[in-house]
């Protein structure tokens, strides 16, 4: 009994620390970026988990609540490169290339909140994932310096949305040591400045 409560325990620090700022698009707050995790790409394009994320980002940026998109994934090889898939996905559907950023290693969700922080400037945005996630990313990106909300995306509670929900408790444990921590990300390099192209171009065409 004792084990299971303190197996449960990150989860519900991150339940009661960080609901009050998971809402939908209606109720997200303006922000000048929308953070965007990476969820797994099927034949080389996003997976339905990941799209129905790009696409709660897309109706941020058309309802004027954004006036950019990081979205941040794993390009480890050659062969996998979640990043570009989203950015193509958004680019697909109307929004300016220079609009979407990609972070190319977001190899977990504490790395894309250091990263977005420390190399790309986010000081505060809206976080876009499922519900089943969101809490913890919001968590990690305000341990990481970002004044953050999150739009959580609903899905049906299919086997994907179970194996997610398990995961979450391992990853809660993680996400509370990292949120304590604050260890670099696994690839730190240098700042870049397309996050405030983004801004600045938007800033521009009024």
């Not at 941020?60 to 062969?79: Q, S």
């Not at 310096?145 to 444990?173: M, N, P």
């Not at 996400?175 to 390099?189: E, F, I, K, M, V």
């Amino acid at each position: 009994m004792l084990c299971s409560a303190l197996g449960l325990a990150p989860s519900a620090w991150l339940y009661l620390t960080q609901s009050a700022k998971v809402g939908t698009v209606a109720s997200a707050p303006d922000a000048p970026v929308a953070v965007v995790f990476g969820a797994g790409l099927m034949d080389g394009r996003p997976s339905p988990y990941l799209a129905h994320r790009l696409d709660a980002a897309l109706e941020l940026y058309r309802a004027h609540k954004v006036r950019a998109i990081l979205v941040t994934g794993d390009n480890g090889t050659v062969r996998y490169d979640e990043t570009d898939a989203m950015r193509g996905y958004l680019i697909d559907r109307g929004v300016p290339g220079v609009r979407v950023v990609g972070d190319y290693a977001g190899f977990d969700t504490w790395d894309s909140c250091a990263r977005a922080h420390r190399i790309f400037g986010v000081d505060r945005a809206v976080l876009v994932s499922q519900t089943f996630h969101v809490r913890r990313a919001l968590a990690l990106c305000r341990a990481a310096g970002i004044d953050a909300y999150a739009v959580g995306v609903e899905e049906w509670h299919d086997t994907t949305w179970k194996y997610g929900g398990l995961r979450e408790i391992g990853s809660a444990a993680k996400a509370a040591a990292s949120a304590l921590l604050r260890p670099d990300p696994t690839l730190l390099g240098p700042r870049e400045d397309g996050v405030a192209r983004a801004l600045a171009d938007a800033d521009a065409d009024g």
